[in-house]
């Protein structure tokens, strides 16, 4: 069976892969292009490990076809960091110790910046439902939303 | 050589404090890697095929269509792994039955539950080796499966193995059965108790097998050279017992297998045991390439281990002023397809929390056709609390006196003697049920339908093999290597802080690393809250060593007695005015003149340590129950809980938030649900349901500091202990809230609702 | 002699003893005697037992002394999760 090549813009960079019809994107990103930031905790769209965007959209990257991927704008955890600086909410996320075992950060990470950019003042509910796609096992997301509360209040200037 | 290091009151700089940890920024930007992300040049891909029986008998296993596949490079099956005896042998201190653990790994005789390995290949994609799995034909006897732990406890039930007699039963049983074992705990005269009683309470339990729910589903990578040495990189709480288990099972020298442990993505004592490490080991073997494996979420779910399911009956008497007289229960735990439930730990942590003249506790060990059970934080007791610190709410409020009075007037303190043999040392029971009681939450208002519930918990923590080593680089700076898995982040930053503080250095001059299997001499895995208590204690040793040396070193340099050196300040110093007087000198000093005046100054530790101090915790609760739809909404939780020291206080937070969560999980929606046919059918997240960010409020923490005597700086450990109160707590605020109390767990919406409905039809 | 005592749970592998008094230097004498005198109690001490010296809990310490008069009482091991 011959593969499929696909095209496509990750973190702002060019890349090309080949990728089987089944693959998924998660699978893509991980296999092909070895971005292992992106993490798999289910494979059914449940728990938001994968969680990256799409041409502007919080997505499960485990629930979309590599195929789907051609001429899109993708943008994983990995593109958060500008070179050495941390994005706020990288920072935070370590001020607060807003992880533990850290396999679900990245996921929550590229959520919580989704939030922001549509919503920059929050309240904690709107943080708690926003972030209900993200499982989180350690930590009881107290610190979580703490984090991302306080991002935002230094990414409003407040 | 047993190791226990007294406490010494001193003024902290750095223990204490929130320094940010050392591998926070690679777990923010993606570079961390966990088990999943380890990649080798040529590597194939392991797939496990799995029973879809819940009990059968493997009457034979045809491989050679799967052989024949092209990009199918290996297979293996029960003919691959030698047949281990049945006995009881040493990994590390932990005392395993190989037997059962090869037969964990891959079934030999029989299926014992859905799920359970039965073959496993490698090939060049994911894609072949699925393609690979179908091919494989099993012949499969069917047999009659028993999944309810009452139901198998009965003579006459479906028999898991035919050479299994109940232990701890005189005679001998005639008759083989799925009792394991049964086991007795008590000192006392119960019957002479409850005779004293004025008021008694019994009631029955039923929990349900819930998974330990971590987010990264297991994952490992090995390469097995033709010379015979095999490299392992794995997900896992316990590196040095993986090496053990896989040399055992493999029948390979120990120092042939060089463990890497990745990053882990949670584990609550889910990774304590092996699954296809010796799997993945093998096929590379014998297909002469690595072979990684990772496994779904579907099969973590089918097949790894989630703590036992159980029915716990428990009784209480007191006095009308509330002096318990007697108590009483009995726990049958699900061990899974393999016996070894923590019922023991569960019959010990019953009633510990309370100074008790009559106890009497049975506990029985049944083996199910599900998933061997694996530890799951606090392995057993959050069951066993459920039950009696429910009845004991229950009680207290037939006697109309405050829960956290009730269990003030019953409090074990320091010298109360337990019923499982030891006297209690110092600790700080009371002060969390004082600390809780003086709360605000205690006593804020409640609303209709809402309602306040308390449950305390104790978990025994543990020491145990630890090693480590302390090394003084060229420009003064040090590693530390340990050997103790860091899984919640804050281990290795608090190991770190405390070599910093017997330096007298800042923080950031100390850099902990996690080394491979070969850096090091044997570590027990990161469980029983052991971490930080004796990994700390390890690195303390190897810092008190390092100072020695750098004493006798600077002696030596400035040409003084040593006795007039001292350590101050991370510097050697004159110790006072009075002896021969030299400049001092630093770290960095003397790291530069190491190499030529002997060699580099390193400090390590080997020790087993002893002496861990036990914990305990009050939690209360705040729920809302909605009588229409039965949903049970916590409206706002405080977790207090005596930590001795909290090295880093926001990863002791970290510990007490999560282990509530957990706990909530539990008792709110978390359950394995089966069918006739003994088939999982909940194995995903979408209908094994964990709890969300708005499922939860803040979690409040409140850290009391008993100190433990026997660590340098009173630590504890801290990480089990807040999962065992939730269940009760919950329970407690329910009956609370609506009148109903609910022994069944978990107190999902349908079975709120069906209580509600019961309730409604009795008092028509 | 050091005063043994064996929690509960042993009694069904000591014929119901619970108490008695060894002369015993450390852990490991203490684990020969015993199983020798109780050999249903082996498999246990095996399987893994902790002990209470003096107030004082010690897994897996062979070697741990135990004084003339010390006070011992034997556990079952904890492992946790």
Known sequence: MSRNHVSTTVNGDQVEFLCETGQTLLDALRDELRLTGTKEGCGTGDCGACSVMVDGRLVCACLMLAVEAEGKNIQTVEGMADGETLHPLQRKFIEHAALQCGICTPGILIAARALLERNPDPTEEEVRYWLAGNLCRCTGYHKIVDAVLDAAREMRGA | MSTMLKYQEKKLKIVGTRPLRPDGVDKVTGRARFGADYNLPGQLIGKVLRSPHAHARIKSIDTSAALALPGVKAVVTRDDFAEMPDEMAAVGELMINFRDVTRNMMAREKALYDGHPVAAVAATTEAVAKAALALIKVEYEVLPHVIDVVEAMQPGAPLLHEDQYTQGVKPKPERPSNVAKRLEFGHGDVAAGFKQAEVIVEREFNTKPVHQGYIEPQACLASYSADGQAELWTSTQGHFVFRAQCAKVLQMDISKIRVTPTEIGGGFGGKNNIYNEALAITLSRKAGHPVKMVMTREEVFRGTGPTPGANVKVKIGCTRDGKITAAQAELNFQAGAFPGSPVNQASMCAFTRYDLANVHVVGNDVTVNRPKVAAYRAPGAPIAVFGVESVIDEMAKKLGIDPIEFRLRNAAKEGTQTYYGPKLGPIGYIQTLEAARAHPHYSAPLGPNQGRGVATGFWFNIGNETTCSLNLQEDGTLTLMLGTIDVAGGSRASMAMMVAEELGIAFDRVRPVVGDTSSLGFNFLTAGSRSTFASGMASVIAARQVIEKLRQRVAQIREVPLEAVAWKDGQAQPVDSSVQQFSPMTLAEIARMAGKTGGTVAGHAEINAQGAGPGFGTHIVDVEVDKETGAVRILRYTAVQDVGKAIHPAYVEGQLQGGAAQGIGWALNEEYVYGEDGVLQNPGFLDYRIPVASDLPFIDTVIVEVPNPNHPYGVRGCGEVPIIAPMAAIANAIENAIGLRLCEQPFSPPRVLKAIDEAAAAKR | ?81
């Open chain 3, 1 to 81: 002699m050091a005063r043994i005592t064996l929690s509960s749970s042993l009694a069904p592998f000591t014929e119901g003893v619970l108490e008695l008094e060894l002369g015993v230097a450390n852990v490991r004498q203490l684990f020969q005697t015993l199983g020798e005198r109780y050999p249903d109690l082996q498999a246990q001490l095996e399987a893994g037992i902790a002990v209470a010296i003096d107030g004082e809990i010690y897994q897996d310490a062979l070697l741990q002394p135990i004084a003339r008069d010390s006070e011992v009482i034997l556990i079952p091991k904890i492992a946790g999760g």
